[in-house]
């Protein structure tokens, strides 16, 4: 299973290292073949050693430049960061990424060999339409994008599910999954959307479920072990 951190615009960067040897000692006890990522924010990247992979929330495609506010390779090189998150639903919906953006930093990025975990997920508007428009929305969402690149994790996020408190049902998350698993070569899909200690188990026992990208639950590393060892 693969257990993604995302800490959105939390934590600091004294935060996150206290946060990483808490995380680090909890780890001991987990299964060789999990795989445990962290996206902290942007200041609180760096070179930090233990069983788990530090990622970025986002980054310019560009090896670095005149793009006030952003950072690019050279910034990730530095920490040695090869894993990203591209398309989250935040980004799409408050900086205004459009998927012609998006691809174009997908391929950026696949261009640089990043472990790319690529996010996609419905608003509520359209899963209340039906299955079919919510799979016609969620296929869209991979114009251009190179669906059989190697080191591409998909994460499913019904927008409607993240931060709420409420998850997506089983029988949601399986039907969708089921039809995503057939659209995306059965690469590994993540499921996200108010994961948690509480819902760990069930959301893991579904079919096409390879693991959970994890916002609020991750941002206590108690928490996010515990999901981690479930
Ligand atoms: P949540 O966020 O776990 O707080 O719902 C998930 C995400 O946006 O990745």
Not at 24 to 46: C, H, M, N
Request: net charge negative; proline share 3%.
């Amino acid at each position: 299973m693969i257990y993604a951190g995302n800490f959105k615009t939390n934590h600091t960067r004294a935060s996150t290292a206290n946060y990483i040897e808490e995380l680090k000692d909890k780890l001991r006890g987990k299964s060789l073949e999990d795989r445990v990522y962290i996206f902290p924010p942007a200041t609180a990247l760096d070179d930090y050693e233990g069983d788990f992979t530090i990622g970025t929330q986002n980054a310019y495609p560009a090896q670095n430049g005149a793009y006030t506010g952003e950072i690019g390779l050279e910034q990730l090189d530095e920490f040695g960061i090869k894993s990203i998150l591209i398309g989250h639903s935040e980004r799409r919906e408050y900086m205004a990424e459009t998927q012609d953006k998006v691809s174009q930093k997908f391929a950026f990025f696949q261009e640089q060999g990043f472990e790319i975990i690529y996010c996609i997920g419905e608003p509520l508007e359209v899963r209340e339409n039906g299955f079919e428009d919510v799979m016609k929305y969620l296929l869209a969402q991979f114009d251009g994008i190179d669906i059989n690149y190697d080191k591409l994790i998909v994460a499913y996020e019904p927008i409607w599910a993240i931060g709420t408190g409420r998850s997506a049902t089983v029988e949601e998350i399986s039907t969708t999954h089921r039809a995503l698993k057939n659209a995306i070569n059965d690469r590994p899909l993540l499921y996200g959307g108010s994961a948690k200690p509480e819902n760990i188990k069930e959301i893991k026992a579904i079919a096409g479920v390879d693991g959970v990208l994890v916002g609020s639950a991750s941002l206590d590393a108690n928490s996010f072990s515990q999901m981690v060892l479930s």
